[in-house]
């Protein structure tokens, strides 16, 4: 489920990470040179606007160097490389979000493979766990699983559960892998065929999106399926409802500097903004002024773009803007050409 996502890439690092070193008969082992292919390619992707060489550079650099790993997914989900320029082209800012973290995957390798290890090392041993993030969790289910359903899919921060210091009111880090390490166990208790369990979690394939929400569904951990959870964090989501001084999908929209308001359902927290191109790519994205504002209340964002005679514009209101719990905005496509 693609809205899943970044709860995903989440989940999947509780699984298999552990803030520990250990030593494992039966060890994973995680690529990275296609990240490193990916990005020397985007940087060369981005310096010219010629698309037939876009296309080249993207095979030549990435494609053609792909993992075997990455092969097979590119072949089973039927990528090509016009869709990878057309998803680079359309997206700026959120390829530059995203780079930093990518970039810096090596520093968590050392823990990676230790989420599921943990747990089977414990079962072999027939020793509970001496980490304290997993005594906690166990001790204080409630409230740790209570707190994880409210972050599930936000995750603002998450130092709060992974890698860092916990700063929301559980004060215990790494409580991430206490979830990896209960979803494994609980999949295991619950399982008829314990061997095949085991062999299912060795062998998961973390980038199968069913295969792991099937696990955790059956897991019962979560209060209720992972699709429903997500069904009621849809449901609390602010949304825009209204623009002005035109409406949105307007055909004769005056060019030259227009001040642009947008107004939301419920109030915005006012240090958090975000905007990005459309469908169609960076050419139809305003030039936009700095001076952007709050009201006072947090109900409107108001912005001023430099507009062309006979253009069409798109800009995407992102989901950066949130809620105080945290809650994103419904993302919002102002479309609209000018006279």
Not at 13 to 34: G, H, V
Not at 286 to 293: A, F, Q, T, Y
Request: proline residues 4%.
């Amino acid at each position: 489920m693609k809205y899943m996502s970044a709860f995903l890439v989440f989940l999947c690092l509780a699984l298999t990470s552990y803030p520990q070193t250990k030593q494992s008969q039966n060890k994973q082992t995680f690529i990275t040179t296609d990240l490193n292919h990916y990005w020397a390619a985007y940087d060369q992707i981005v310096q010219t606007k010629d698309s037939a060489k876009q296309i080249q550079l993207i095979k030549d650099l990435y494609i053609n160097k792909a993992s075997e790993g990455l092969k097979q997914m590119i072949l089973a989900r039927g990528y090509t490389a016009a869709e990878y320029i057309q998803q680079i082209n359309a997206y700026p800012l959120f390829w530059q979000s995203l780079r930093k973290n990518t970039t810096q995957l090596n520093q968590y390798y050392p823990a990676i493979n230790e989420g599921i290890a943990e747990f089977i090392s414990c079962k072999v041993t027939e020793q509970p766990s001496t980490t304290p993030a997993i005594a906690f969790g166990k001790a204080n289910e409630a409230n740790v699983i209570e707190q994880f359903v409210k972050d599930l899919f936000n995750f603002t921060n998450d130092d709060n559960w992974l890698w860092g210091r916990n700063n929301n009111h559980l004060k215990v880090r790494d409580l991430g892998y206490y979830i990896g390490y209960e979803i494994a166990e609980r999949y295991y208790n619950e399982s008829q065929n314990k061997t095949a369990a085991i062999k299912t979690l060795i062998e998961l394939d973390y980038t199968n999106e069913k295969e792991v929400e099937r696990i955790v569904d059956q897991s019962n951990l979560l209060p209720a399926s992972l699709e429903k959870l997500y069904e009621s964090y849809d449901q609390q989501r602010p949304t825009i409802i209204n623009m002005s001084p035109f409406k949105n999908g307007s055909t004769n929209v005056e060019s030259g500097l227009r001040t642009i308001t947008v107004y939301f359902s419920e109030p915005m927290i006012t240090y958090n903004t975000g905007v990005d191109n459309g469908p169609l790519g960076e050419q139809y994205f305003p030039k936009m002024l700095p001076n952007r504002s709050f009201s006072t209340d947090g109900l409107s964002w108001t912005f001023t773009v430099d507009l062309k005679p006979n253009q069409q514009y798109q800009i995407l209101i992102s989901n950066n803007f949130r809620k105080a719990d945290g809650v994103r905005l419904k993302p919002y496509l102002i479309d609209f050409k000018t006279k």
